[in-house]
């Protein structure tokens, strides 16, 4: 596509719920990445792809959070039991290689709240 | 180690003036600095990027000033117009890949 793209733009759940974040990345972007963005603070790293591989998974804040990739396209990334300190606005960028001076797109985000 | 910080936190600048956003890093590993720029409910797109072995970097009205051995750099935003009113992410990669972001600064330029 033409860019980024994200679903659901945005999702209210009850705490102690499961919720599903999807991203589509550029076409033919190897590398995808997920960032959360609490209100009004910059963007905090939490997993990256390289094709369906995740070499880094150090930003995931608990284990209650997980994120797949498939077919080197689609991810999804899922909060088990939900918590309020969950709400934010994850975003999804992609970039062609994960070399460090290639450029990440980035999606407009889901904005999870969490009641 | 791991932190780029940002200053100001928000910024209010005359149409026409020259709005400055200054970051400093201490990870000396980065060697991308990307600058995003982020309107309300919109994803942060990405507006210039400098190497470390650039000192400065212009694409139109937008510079970034690099000082590698104070570890620092900064954006700078000439003849600001109301519609670069958004908040500005500093950033900065190496070879953990994922990018390390300021905190933003929220610039207003008024009319």
């Known amino acids: 596509g033409a860019g980024v793209s994200q679903s659901p733009s945005n999702k209210v759940t009850e705490k102690g719920k499961d919720v599903e974040l999807r991203c589509d990345p550029i076409s033919g972007h190897t590398a995808l990445y997920w960032y959360r963005q609490r209100l009004g603070q910059g963007l905090e790293f939490l997993i990256y792809f390289q094709g369906n591989s995740a070499p880094d998974k150090s930003g995931l804040p608990s284990d209650r959070f997980s994120a797949e990739r498939t077919g080197e396209s689609v991810s999804t990334l899922t909060i088990q039991r939900t918590q309020q300190e969950d709400s934010a606005v994850y975003l999804c960028?992609?970039?062609?290689?994960?070399?460090?001076?290639?450029?990440?797109?980035f999606g407009d985000g889901t904005r999870l709240s969490i009641l | 180690q791991q932190q780029v910080k940002q200053s100001p936190q928000s910024l209010i600048v005359q149409k026409g003036g020259i709005s400055i956003i200054n970051c400093a890093y201490e990870?000396?590993?980065?060697?991308?600095f990307p600058w995003y720029q982020q309107f309300p409910g919109k994803g942060p797109a990405l507006l210039i990027a400098?190497?470390?072995?650039?000192s400065e970097k212009k694409e139109g009205r937008f510079t970034i000033s690099f000082n590698k051995s104070a570890k620092q750099f900064s954006l700078h935003i000439m003849d600001s117009q109301p519609g670069d009113s958004a908040t500005y992410f500093c950033?900065?990669?190496?070879?953990?890949?994922?990018?390390?972001f300021g905190s933003g600064t929220q610039l207003t330029v008024l009319p």
């Open positions: 960028a992609s970039s062609q290689r994960t070399f460090s001076n290639q450029p990440q797109h």
């Open positions: 400098i190497r470390p072995d650039v």
């Open positions: 990870n000396t590993a980065f060697d991308y």
């Open positions: 950033a900065a990669t190496g070879s953990a890949r994922q990018l390390t």
